[in-house]
């Protein structure tokens, strides 16, 4: 029955993962068509940085280096349209196969990345990832099962009874009945000794393979709070500070390049660090939703890095 009980908790260790599994997928989905609307964002800007430029260069206030430099960084996008449309249909493939169905099957959805800071901390994640862990679950199962073991270990002492009876035909001849009671006596002690000090061993070990684990997925759920907490610390400055300062850099180097104050490669430079920054931003709230979904998973294993900087 025990061991019954561990296979269950492999079973419950598959439905963790596979659940983990699509929540990365679905959150890597929604930050490959994230980037897939910032580049085209960012095309209809360079496009309008274009008709700036070529009205400079047509009254002679500019030069034809800024209007190709621009055609370039028009072309460019194409490149990374393709690269981010080629990225929503693996994640979409992938989520596909986690629930079975085919690889092109359409996966509508209109949810945008945002920030959800975990809730809690460590000691309370802790214990919570302590009752759903499936390899605590099955440690535990395990000492049960080596208590019992030793139990049985024990009544190996005790003599073993036995009761018999038989009754045979004897055609024309009286019946015969016979009776008999049995006692058999454990004379090998010593080899009943080592059997219990055996399974007293076992349990010493699966008890100290529990702490183990304990710390094992302590550790983790403090790794993985680490990672959250610092992500929403980081995207809050790149929202609330970065982000809108870049915005205005571009506005002022824009217009600052309309009046022939800066060159064009002010220009450049503010609208490229935009959408850089952007981009780490987006990767930042995917990357922060996909740690949520290893704590939630409460897996042993390592979890993914944090997205750095641009």
């Known amino acids: 029955s025990r061991a019954a009980d561990q296979v269950e908790q492999q079973t419950e260790r598959v439905k963790r993962d596979v659940a983990a599994a699509v929540k990365r997928a679905y959150f890597g989905l929604l930050l490959s068509r994230s980037l897939l ?12 940085i274009e008709a700036v430029a070529r ?16 055609q370039v960084e028009v072309t460019r996008i194409q490149q990374f349209q393709a690269e981010q449309e080629a990225e929503i249909y693996i994640r979409r493939a992938e989520i596909n196969r986690l629930l079975s169905r085919a690889p092109d ?12 800071p975990v809730q809690g901390e460590v000691q309370q994640l802790f214990e919570w990832a302590s009752e759903v862990s499936p390899e605590v679950s099955a440690a535990r199962i395990e000492a049960e099962r080596g208590s019992l073991a030793i139990n049985l270990a024990k009544r190996e002492f005790k003599p073993d009874f036995s009761a018999q009876s038989a009754y045979m035909n004897r055609r024309g001849l009286p019946p015969m009945w016979q009776a008999g009671i049995g006692i058999s006596v454990p004379i090998y002690r010593k080899k009943l000794r080592a059997g219990v000090a055996e399974a007293e061993a ?22 993985r ?21 870049d915005r205005m850099s571009v506005e002022a180097a824009l217009a600052n390049y ?44 390592a979890s993914s890095a944090m997205v750095a900087g641009a």
């Open 37 to 48: 609307d910032l580049i085209r964002d960012q095309e209809e800007n360079w496009k309008q």
């Open 55 to 70: 009205s400079r260069y047509a009254v002679g206030l500019g030069a034809q280096q800024d209007v190709l430099r621009v």
């Open 105 to 116: 099957a359409p996966l509508e959805t209109s949810a945008q990345l945002t920030l959800r």
């Open 202 to 223: 076992q349990l010493s070990s699966t008890q100290s393979a529990i702490e183990s684990i304990r710390l094992q997925l302590r550790f983790r759920t403090q790794e």
């Open 225 to 245: 709070l680490t990672q959250l907490k610092t992500t929403e610390k980081v995207a809050t400055l790149y929202g609330e500070g970065i982000l809108p300062q």
């Open 258 to 301: 309309q009046t022939g104050k800066v060159p064009f490669i002010a220009v450049l430079e503010a609208i490229t660090t935009l959408y850089n920054d952007r981009t780490t931003h987006l990767r930042l709230l995917a990357n922060h939703e996909q740690t949520l979904a290893s704590l939630e998973e409460a897996s042993l294993d």
